[in-house]
């Protein structure tokens, strides 16, 4: 089930703070829907001391979910086990060179 994103997505967390992510590809997993995502606004550490290598942002795999509008949406992924699983995936697509558009667009 590969969905249709536009490249670069603005989300807005529970505190009304808005971040700029960048779509890399859409996956399943055990019947579940992932997307993975880079953030364009650093490595997205809430922490003012963070000291990440990563100052470009990092990938950060989300679930896809249809919230209570009927509408989808995005949410972090609390289950460890669901996350490796989701991870390895991911690893395994990136490892393989990567997402194919054309394979998504299908």
């Known amino acids: 089930m590969a969905e249709e994103f536009d490249d670069l997505i603005v989300l807005t967390d529970e505190n009304g703070e808005e971040s700029t992510w960048e779509h890399i590809g859409t996956f399943d997993v055990g019947g579940n829907c992932y997307v993975a995502m880079l953030s364009l606004d650093g490595c997205g550490c809430?922490?003012?001391?963070c000291d990440c290598e990563d100052e470009e942002g990092e990938v950060w795999l989300m679930k896809l979910v249809t919230d209570e509008?009927?509408?989808q949406a995005f949410a972090l992924i609390e289950d460890e086990d669901e996350y490796d699983?989701?991870?390895?995936?991911?690893?395994?697509?990136?490892?393989e060179g990567g997402f194919d558009e054309e394979e998504e667009e299908e």
């Open 69 to 71: 509008n009927g509408e």
């Open 85 to 95: 699983a989701a991870a390895m995936e991911y690893t395994r697509i990136f490892e």
């Open 46 to 49: 809430e922490d003012d001391d």
